[in-house]
């Protein structure tokens, strides 16, 4: 027996909570009797944001039936479960104590989703006698070696280059002297599509999937152990197996795919998913492979029952988005992190946590993010993550807020999307201007400003739209770092046709606006 009544084991395959993937390197020669496999819930992990309850619910429930999978398939499973009073510590902290329990020889891992992690498990082992072995992620069509190959020579970090590279290299939609199918490599001009004034059709909602037992009991823990975290338990039905992945790829595919493209960029109030896939979650925890998302949205291509504009705009989130964003992260982490490039300081306000705010479009984003922790694309960069862009919330404040509300948030998504994409806290590293607009944006994409006490028009007087209030104020305040910037020309000639008195009522009213959003309050 190993210290405190567990049997020695030779090779130790720890897997996070992210890595639920059946087919993981980390099982490669792992012999049944001899090596077992570690899991942790651990508290730190679950507080070092304040996460979502949903969150917290769907990362357990699917540890707990990703751990019942694998004890069917033979394995022996050291599931460490959150209680009161265990797993207090960081997993850098967790790890070596099951290392001394098992005298294991060799921890194995697959490489972690998080730059934290990663640094907490190398540093943890220093001290050990067992050797750390990380194992390359094959959730990801993208290696880190490929992206460096892709990345090494370029003079910038472009998503079209790279997506094309990954089309030819991958051989999808191309054909056989690497053309693309349908003659163009990008429909995103088709795809910005609105309702009108009637609004959508009857949309098929997603499917949803019914509570077990495993998801029953771990309700009743986060209740229990997390009362004061964002959001509810109730209406919980994100797919906790691989299972219910592939079901809930496959009614994608049925029912939302055909018309994903070309009202992509929609909003509508009360419809948080419209033709979104609903996938992003499944993917980040690896219960559903990339591979089979993009194989089974192709075949609908060829069968006839989704047109190219709608399975290449899938297929370049996938393919394209989803690889390119691990990719810069891991080239750049760890100072990405830090990066601020507007030197942007003010806090997150307090609203953004309650959606407690008289601005429809971010309080109906929020109200439908605290129900499913869930908020699609353009809700995302051009609502929520405008707000804080346009008001001037420090960068990392920006990306805890996401870490803790999202369902599908892991840091290397997280990082790359929200301070490059969204905050331009990089400075454009891949971005090539700022996502910045105003409410004539969310007017034209949306029906938010038609039930909305603000006018999407004005930016001063008391029914004028902060969004439009701050855009002015963003141009002016980030002239000296923005202005030679020749995508932003056309918005400097607009801030520069306005009169000295109109910028100086601008200011006044962003004044006003930033001191009423200064009061930072989170859970
Ligand atoms: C500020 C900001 C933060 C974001 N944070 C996250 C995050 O923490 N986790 C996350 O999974 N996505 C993130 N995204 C990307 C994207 O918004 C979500 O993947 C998508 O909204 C999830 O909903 P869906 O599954 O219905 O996606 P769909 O709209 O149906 O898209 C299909 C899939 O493409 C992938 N995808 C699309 N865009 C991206 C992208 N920019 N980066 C990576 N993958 C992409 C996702 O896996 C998604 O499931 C973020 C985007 C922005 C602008
Ligand atoms: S008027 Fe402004 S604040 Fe109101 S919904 Fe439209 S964009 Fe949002």
């Known amino acids: 027996m190993g210290a405190g009544g567990v049997e020695p084991v030779r090779r130790l395959a720890l897997v996070l909570g992210d890595q639920l993937d059946r087919d993981s390197k980390v099982f490669d020669g792992l012999d049944r009797e001899r090596d077992a496999v570690l899991m942790i819930e651990s508290r730190h992990e679950a507080t070092f944001v304040p996460q979502h309850k949903q969150r917290l619910m769907l990362f357990f429930s699917a540890m707990r039936h990703f751990r019942d999978e694998l004890r069917e398939r033979g394995h022996r499973v050291l599931y460490s479960e959150l209680d009161g009073r265990s797993n207090l510590g960081a997993l850098g902290e967790e790890v070596p104590r099951w290392l001394r329990k098992t005298r294991a020889q060799t921890l194995v891992v697959s490489e972690p989703g998080d730059y934290r992690v990663r640094a907490e498990l190398r540093g943890a082992l220093r001290g050990e006698d067992a050797r750390l072995e990380i194992v390359q992620d094959e959730h990801f069509l993208c290696s880190q070696d490929a992206f460096s190959e892709f990345a090494d020579d370029r003079k910038g970090l472009r998503l079209e280059t790279f997506y094309r590279w990954m089309r030819r290299r991958h051989g999808v939609l191309v054909d056989g002297e690497g053309r693309p199918e349908g003659e163009r490599w990008n429909y995103d001009g088709e795809n910005r599509e609105t309702f009108g004034a009637e609004g959508p059709p009857e949309i098929k909602a997603p499917r949803s999937f019914r509570w077990d037992d495993v998801t029953r009991e771990v309700a009743a823990l986060v209740d229990r152990e997390f009362p004061d975290h964002p959001g509810s338990t109730r209406g919980f039905d994100w797919p906790v197996t691989t299972k219910q992945a592939n079901a809930a790829l496959r ?273």
């Open 251 to 523: 009614d994608f595919v049925e029912h939302r795919l055909r018309d994903f493209g070309p009202y992509q960029d929609a909003m509508v109030d009360g419809h948080p998913y419209l033709y979104h896939s609903r996938l992003s979650a499944s993917l980040k925890l690896h219960l559903l492979h990339p591979r089979r998302a993009i194989e089974r949205a192709v075949a609908a291509y060829e069968d006839g029952a989704a047109p190219i504009h709608s399975v290449e705009g899938f297929v370049r989130q996938i393919l394209g988005w989803r690889e390119f964003v691990r990719g810069v992260y891991w080239r750049e982490m760890p100072d990405y992190a830090d990066r601020n490039a507007l030197a942007a300081d003010r806090p997150m306000p307090a609203f953004m946590w309650t959606g407690e705010t008289e601005m429809r479009c971010v309080g109906a984003s929020i109200e439908q993010l605290l129900e499913f922790g869930y908020a699609h694309h353009i809700q995302r960069l051009m609502v929520l993550g405008l707000f804080a862009l346009l008001l001037g919330v420090e960068p990392r404040a920006v990306n805890a807020w996401h870490l803790a509300l999202y369902v599908d948030a892991i840091d290397w998504v997280s990082a790359p999307n929200v301070l490059g994409m969204s905050q331009y806290a990089d400075g454009g590293l891949f971005a090539s201007k700022p996502y910045c607009g105003s409410g004539a944006y969310i007017n034209r994409m949306s029906d938010y400003c038609g039930r909305c006490r603000f006018d999407p028009k004005k930016s001063t007087g008391t029914d004028a739209c902060p969004f439009t209030t701050l855009y002015w104020d963003f141009l002016s305040r980030n002239r000296n770092r923005l202005r030679n910037n020749p995508r932003m020309a056309l918005q400097y000639r607009n801030l520069d046709k306005k009169s000295r008195s109109e910028r100086r009522a601008v200011r006044r009213a962003a004044d006003c606006l930033k001191e009423s959003c200064s009061e930072a309050a989170g859970p």
